[in-house]
């Protein structure tokens, strides 16, 4: 009756609107698996057409050099050849590969044979050596598997095997073959002047180079050969010789971030900006010295003038982004030089002083043009031994904190105090942070060094709480590289259970550029430590990346405004709108925000008036030893307010 009166009604029984539903909920996962599979191969497309663009790219690089290029597998047997080696031996690209090496070549000026020198490459940089090329008589009337009677040899080649192990993106493993006519002595990109005749005819340089397999440029061994060469010719002459050192500001963490191969593409980049720079200057040769170092040689008549437009020019260039793989990437050198026969007699030393100038350009913040001097030498010598007596004091537990007050702007009180690294040295007493901290991170110090200082602070911390001061915050800095330890978290808890100081009164504060060089490492580190109880805050926000994604997933609970904003926060429009504007984000997500670098009473009231929660800074209290945090503990927290006239202006306000 009820099957009979769902008829009448058009209703289909209970059975036939399940199966219905089930075919509705069955479209509607296969629109779903077909929209999925659309956009993968949208992305396959994609990923294709910009894999076949790589390949056309690579393949153009390589037809166009003037060397012969070759990758042979480890049958020996060719599997690629450029045009300029077809075109030498008048073999085409399918005859070559019936080929083995040794069928197309024989090694001269040695005993060994072709297999044995490739063999050699292996265990060693790369073989070089000299070699006769045999050419195919007609290629037309040759067919493949028949032998080649009638091959003739031509003029001797230099030749060199370096061998590729494949690890990278699943690469063939061969050996790679470059050869050159024994007249062309170096490639014309990185050696182009000193001709016969240049130079009142007089030529001193050595005829052999080695090059580097990634850039094509001159490497190391060559270049300092040819360094000395043309330095022994200036001197003859009587002539000058200017040397220019670039290396490139936190290349490191590019390889970090996007991987070495990535890494290596921008490396390549930036060799052809420098060949383009260095051939409108006039360069006689272009180097890389190793991993992300280059050296450009101008040669006579060279002086400072000269130098420094070439490292301007370079400078410019390096203003455009770098891009690869469809990034931008801003790359920023730091270059040093150095003029023979002023800066130094002997190559060694003019190599190491504009190494040295370039240090001095990176420590004043990278991205900048130094030119050698004679107190670099003395700066040098004193960086050196400061670091070795960072050594010892580190090895020693020789450094200590220093103490500044964090204050609520609500009611004056000491709410937190941020832990800061200071060494007192015992001969030159109290040395700055800037003077150590960057010898500190470079060196590596910085790791058990930091890790210290936390269990100073939570030390110290559970001292303050014993003598009945229990409402404060205990700031401590953790430094990029210790962040990269995978065993960080267990070292912050070791001195907080070591300690007995409780894990909710600790903050620990990272530099938002550190927090985003691994987020996926960050993001656990910080639920981990969240979960313990143990605040986390963001140092120097504004200063970094200007994407603000990123604080959806990181659960911070305080943002830290640079200093460099409060400066001229009541005199700058533009640093006021961005000081306001983390002060709303702060609010929106709901954390709370401290200013630091507050050394006036204007910076105090701006703050208040626009409820900023906390400050800290000079007005308040420099950074002080224990025993004085001590005291300003034990005198109350509104002294921070230190008379009475700011203390009825800060309640003015707020009221």
Not at 395 to 405: E, G, K, R, T, V
């Amino acid at each position: 009756n009820r099957a009979t009166e769902s008829k009448k009604q058009n209703i289909p029984p209970p059975a036939e609107q399940k199966t219905k539903k089930e075919q509705n909920e069955h479209t509607e996962i296969l629109y779903q698996q077909l929209a999925e599979y659309k956009t993968q191969l949208h992305q396959a497309k994609t990923t294709s057409y910009r894999l076949q663009k790589e390949l056309s790219i690579r393949r153009q690089v390589m037809d166009n050099q003037d060397c012969g290029i070759l990758f042979i597998n480890l049958e020996l047997r060719i599997m690629y050849a450029n045009p300029v080696f077809l075109k030498r031996t008048g073999y085409s690209l399918k005859a070559i590969q019936a080929k083995r090496i040794d069928q197309v070549l024989r090694l001269t000026e040695t005993d060994c044979t072709v297999k044995e020198a490739m063999k050699q490459s292996v265990h060693q940089d790369r073989w070089e050596g000299r070699a006769c090329l045999k050419h195919a008589v007609q290629q037309g009337n040759w067919h493949e598997g028949e032998e080649d009677p009638e091959q003739a040899e031509e003029k001797t080649s230099i030749i060199s095997f370096k061998y590729s192990d494949g690890q990278e993106d699943d690469q063939e493993k061969g050996f790679i073959c470059l050869l050159y006519p024994e007249e062309a002595r170096m490639p014309p990109s990185s050696y182009n002047n000193f001709e016969a005749g240049n130079n009142s005819g007089k030529n001193h340089l050595s005829a052999e180079f080695t090059y580097d397999a990634l850039t094509g440029l001159v490497d190391r061994p060559s270049f300092q050969q040819y360094l000395e060469d043309s330095i022994h010719a200036a001197k003859e002459d009587d002539s000058k010789i200017s040397l220019l050192y670039v290396d490139l500001d936190h290349f490191k963490r590019i390889n970090r971030i996007f991987g070495p191969g990535f890494g290596d593409k921008i490396l390549c980049s930036v060799s052809t900006i420098l060949q383009q720079c260095g051939q409108e200057a006039g360069a006689d040769l272009i180097a890389r010295l190793s991993g992300d170092e280059f050296a450009l040689v101008l040669p006579p008549p060279a002086d400072r003038e000269r130098a420094l437009k070439l490292a301007q020019a370079i400078m410019q260039r390096f203003r455009t982004p770098v891009n690869n793989e469809s990034r931008a990437i801003l790359i920023r050198p730091s270059i040093g030089y150095s003029i023979y026969p002023e800066d130094g007699e002997t190559p060694l030393d003019v190599l190491r002083n504009a190494d040295t100038a370039m240090e001095a350009a990176k420590s004043e913040g990278g991205n900048r043009v130094c030119s050698w001097n004679s107190g670099m030498k003395i700066q040098a010598a004193q960086s050196l031994y400061l670091e070795n007596d960072l050594r010892q004091a580190v090895a020693d537990d020789d450094l200590i904190n220093f103490y500044q007050p964090q204050i609520s702007l609500s009611n004056g009180s000491i709410c937190g105090m941020e832990a800061l690294a200071r060494w007192i040295h015992p001969v030159k007493g109290l040395i700055s942070p800037a003077a150590f901290i960057p010898i500190a991170e470079s060196t590596g110090l910085i790791e058990k060094m930091g890790i210290d200082l936390v269990r100073q602070a939570c030390l110290q911390g559970k001292k303050w709480r014993d003598m009945g001061f229990r409402k404060f915050i205990m700031a401590v800095n953790i430094s990029g590289r210790l962040l990269r330890r995978r065993d960080l978290f267990h070292q912050i808890m070791s001195c907080v259970e070591s300690t007995g100081f409780p894990p909710e009164w600790l903050e620990v504060e990272f530099t938002e550029g550190v927090l985003i060089e691994n987020m996926d490492f960050t993001i656990d580190l910080v639920d981990k430590l969240r979960a313990e109880g143990i605040k986390l805050a963001i140092d120097d926000f504004g200063t970094g990346y200007s994407s603000l994604s990123y604080l959806q997933h990181l659960k911070v609970d305080k943002i830290k405004i640079d200093r460099s904003f409060i400066t001229n926060v009541t005199t700058n429009n533009t640093d006021a709108a961005i000081t306001l504007g983390i002060i709303a984000i702060a609010q929106n997500l709901r954390f709370r925000v401290i200013a630091e670098g507050i050394e006036t009473e204007d910076h105090l009231f701006f703050l208040q008036k626009h409820n900023c929660h906390e400050g800290q800074g000079f007005l308040f209290s420099p950074p002080i030893p224990e025993k004085e945090m001590t005291g300003l503990l034990l005198r109350d927290c509104s002294v921070a307010l230190n008379h009475k006239r700011m203390i009825d202006k800060f309640y003015t306000i707020k009221a």
